[in-house]
Nanobody, 120 residues
Framework: EAHLVESGGDLVQAGGSLRLACAAS????????IGWFREVPGKERERVAC????????SYADSAKGRFIISSDDAKREVYLQMNDLRPDDTAVYYC?????????????WGQGTQVTVSS
């Protein structure tokens, strides 16, 4: 069973918006916080945002603050990343992952990733 499945990646122009979705298994959704990360070849993986459904908290990387919003839908067991005012340097493969606690750095499940490309 795939615990996490991302969707929503696309090619978009700078200044545009995208909403990524992370569909989680019941086990993943009920037992972990879920974060969004992004990777660019040759660069270190970057934490983007994280949400704790249990504690009702969210956190963001400085690069995401004011532009990205992480949210969740308990009925659908999905976590979303609304990305606004996209820039070319947001281009990356975006992954969702489970953590016992946001920021702890111990990951338990990863999705397959979804490509976001922002053209200038």
């Amino acid at each position: 069973e795939a615990h996490l499945v991302e969707s929503g990646g696309d090619l978009v122009q700078a200044g545009g918006s995208l909403r990524l979705a992370c569909a989680a298994s019941q086990f993943a959704y009920d037992h972990y916080d879920i974060g969004w990360f992004r990777e660019v070849p040759g660069k270190e993986r970057e934490r983007v945002a994280c949400i704790s459904m249990l504690r009702g908290t969210t956190s963001y990387a400085d690069s995401a603050k004011g532009r990205f919003i992480i949210s969740s839908d308990d009925a659908k067991r999905e976590v979303y990343l609304q990305m606004n005012d996209l820039r070319p340097d947001d281009t990356a493969v975006y992954y969702c992952a489970t953590e016992r606690i946001c920021g702890l750095g111990v990951f338990h499940h990863w999705g397959q990733g979804t490509q976001v490309t922002v053209s200038s």
